[in-house]
């Protein structure tokens, strides 16, 4: 399975990570004495309750019980999980609240946040149960907390469970084949164009090509926390002299890579990605979210990974990265059996389980965040991920799925010489801020 469990435009945990991360988790309990303390946890979870959980972030009912189902079964015996799945129905949050269906969790990811949670007016501040359960806050990573606040105008709906981040991957086979120099930790983008220049090649009919982005990521989580639209203004930000540095620096970057631009047009003006990197490997380098690590295909790939370029305007700044939630209703009736869940899911013991085996912990614990792909099976330098330090999410307010839309859309246009930076990104903000005021007036 190499499909993303995501909404269009977001992105949550993929199911063929998660898969490989939950598979090994244990179900004996933590030990007395945990940092969230689960042994209080245990003690007070024998009444039988019901938890209502959906998500927008794309799970079926298979994948919940595969990935958290059964391991909260084992850890909650006398908990019943009611999943309500979204996926491939017509039915989704906003749906169930004007129906009156009760929901007491949502899995969400950094943007589904806005349409699971936010528009649906469920959003609920935990804080008084992070109290009562004695939740450090301390442990967590502050950007992905910072980024719920961001999201909720300061309140914290729910607890970070995951982190995604990007990093440089590379396909070692193709640098070997023409004689380059590995990339290294800490390279800038000019840095890595200037290495993808001498990669991207036509030989034995195959076009290389050095280095390929996934565009709404480094656009979405670029180090300088541009949000797409001001939440005070409700106006487009595109005009922001920072996103023509952004435009300019990867997507002239890759224009001026050789046959770059050929390969677009030949492509239906298409860009390339994933399966050209995983599948057709005739990307050098591809930079991405780590779980990348998890899709079909590249175990059988030599293959590496560095920190993610970053930009001479914000030196020793990674990405934003993008943390995945779960979150309480406020129109759950179990609000404390749905915060013992968020405990377990995010103590010590469930957490270095899961960076063992790949994924970004959202907790700052050293152990955890040094066991980081311990159990992985291949030798990767894991160690990138926190290379650099990473980038604070900025305010977003509920239209700024509407903002982004209008410039990734327009992407395309710059490859096939329709358009330049300066000219798509005031088409962009033209056409977000007409969007955006059509939608305020619904």
Same mark, same amino acid.
């Given at each position: 399975?190499?499909?993303?469990?995501?909404?269009?435009?977001?992105?949550?945990?993929?199911?063929?990570?998660?898969?490989?991360?939950?598979?090994?988790?244990?179900?004996?309990?933590?030990?007395?004495?945990?940092?969230?303390?689960?042994?209080?946890?245990?003690?007070?979870?024998?009444?039988?309750?019901?938890?209502?959980?959906?998500?927008?972030?794309?799970?079926?009912?298979?994948?919940?019980?595969?990935?958290?189902?059964?391991?909260?079964?084992?850890?909650?015996?006398?908990?019943?999980?009611?999943?309500?799945?979204? !996926?491939?129905?017509?039915?989704?949050?906003?749906?169930?609240?004007?129906?009156?269906?009760?929901?007491?969790?949502?899995?969400?990811?950094?943007?589904?946040?806005?349409?699971?949670?936010?528009?649906?007016?469920?959003?609920?501040?935990?804080?008084?149960?992070?109290?009562?359960?004695?939740?450090?806050?301390? !442990?967590?990573?502050?950007?992905?907390?910072?980024?719920?606040?961001?999201?909720?105008?300061?309140?914290?709906?729910?607890?970070?469970?995951?982190?995604?981040?990007?990093?440089?991957?590379?396909?070692?086979?193709?640098?070997?084949?023409?004689?380059?120099?590995?990339?290294?930790?800490?390279?800038?983008?000019?840095?890595?164009?200037?290495?993808?220049?001498?990669?991207? !090649?036509?030989?034995?009919?195959?076009?290389?090509?050095?280095?390929?982005?996934?565009?709404?990521?480094?656009?979405?989580?670029?180090?300088?926390?541009?949000?797409?639209?001001?939440?005070?203004?409700?106006?487009?930000?595109?005009?922001?002299?920072?996103?023509?540095?952004?435009?300019?620096?990867?997507?002239?970057?890759?224009?001026?890579?050789?046959?770059?631009?050929?390969?677009?047009?030949?492509?239906?003006?298409?860009?390339?990605?994933?399966?050209?990197?995983?599948?057709?490997?005739?990307?050098?380098?591809?930079?991405?979210?780590?779980?990348?690590?998890?899709?079909?295909?590249?175990?059988?790939?030599?293959?590496?990974?560095?920190?993610?370029?970053?930009?001479?305007?914000?030196?020793?700044?990674?990405?934003?990265?993008?943390?995945?939630?779960?979150?309480?209703?406020?129109?759950?009736?179990?609000?404390?059996?749905?915060?013992?869940?968020?405990?377990?899911?995010?103590?010590?013991?469930?957490?270095?389980?899961?960076?063992?085996?790949?994924?970004?912990?959202?907790?700052?614990?050293?152990?955890?965040?040094?066991?980081?792909?311990?159990?992985?099976?291949?030798?990767?330098?894991?160690?990138?991920?926190?290379?650099?330090?990473?980038?604070?999410?900025?305010?977003?307010?509920?239209?700024?799925?509407?903002?982004?839309?209008?410039?990734?859309?327009?992407?395309?246009?710059?490859?096939?010489?329709?358009?330049?930076?300066?000219?798509?990104?005031?088409?962009?903000?033209?056409?977000?801020?007409?969007?955006?005021?059509?939608?305020?007036?619904?």
């Amino acid at each position: 399975m190499n499909k993303r469990i995501s909404l269009p435009c977001s992105v949550g945990l993929t199911a063929s990570m998660l898969m490989t991360l939950l598979a090994g988790c244990s179900s004996t309990g933590a030990p007395a004495g945990d940092a969230v303390g689960l042994s209080r946890t245990e003690e007070a979870a024998d009444k039988p309750v019901t938890l209502s959980i959906t998500s927008r972030a794309g799970l079926t009912t298979e994948q919940f019980d595969q990935l958290y189902g059964k391991y909260l079964k084992e850890k909650f015996p006398n908990y019943t999980f009611n999943f309500m799945q979204q !996926r491939g129905s017509k039915i989704n949050t906003q749906d169930m609240v004007t129906a009156g269906t009760p929901i007491d969790l949502m899995f969400e990811s950094l943007s589904s946040l806005i349409d699971g949670v936010i528009n649906p007016g469920l959003g609920f501040d935990i804080s008084p149960l992070i109290k009562k359960e004695n939740v450090d806050l301390n !442990r967590f990573e502050p950007v992905a907390l910072d980024a719920m606040k961001a999201m909720a105008g300061g309140q914290l709906y729910g607890l970070p469970i995951s982190m995604q981040a990007m990093s440089l991957m590379y396909n070692k086979d193709i640098f070997d084949k023409f004689g380059v120099p590995y990339p290294r930790d800490g390279m800038t983008w000019d840095e890595v164009f200037a290495v993808a220049k001498q990669l991207s !090649r036509k030989e034995d009919g195959i076009q290389y090509l050095g280095l390929v982005t996934s565009t709404g990521h480094v656009l979405k989580l670029s180090p300088f926390s541009l949000p797409y639209v001001d939440v005070q203004t409700n106006k487009s930000t595109l005009g922001d002299g920072r996103w023509k540095t952004i435009l300019t620096t990867i997507f002239n970057g890759q224009l001026e890579e050789p046959g770059f631009s050929d390969y677009v047009r030949n492509n239906k003006n298409k860009l390339p990605g994933m399966d050209q990197f995983i599948k057709d490997r005739n990307i050098a380098m591809w930079v991405f979210f780590t779980d990348t690590a998890f899709f079909p295909g590249m175990d059988e790939m030599n293959w590496d990974m560095v920190s993610v370029p970053t930009y001479k305007e914000v030196p020793g700044m990674a990405a934003q990265v993008y943390p995945n939630y779960i979150c309480i209703s406020n129109t759950s009736k179990e609000k404390d059996a749905a915060m013992k869940v968020l405990n377990y899911l995010t103590s010590d013991e469930f957490q270095l389980t899961l960076s063992k085996a790949g994924t970004i912990s959202s907790l700052t614990t050293p152990e955890v965040k040094k066991a980081l792909g311990e159990d992985y099976a291949k030798k990767v330098n894991w160690g990138a991920v926190y290379y650099h330090t990473f980038a604070a999410t900025p305010a977003k307010g509920p239209y700024e799925n509407t903002g982004e839309k209008q410039l990734t859309d327009l992407i395309p246009s710059l490859y096939t010489g329709e358009l330049d930076v300066n000219s798509l990104l005031r088409k962009a903000q033209e056409e977000a801020d007409k969007a955006i005021a059509s939608a305020l007036k619904k």
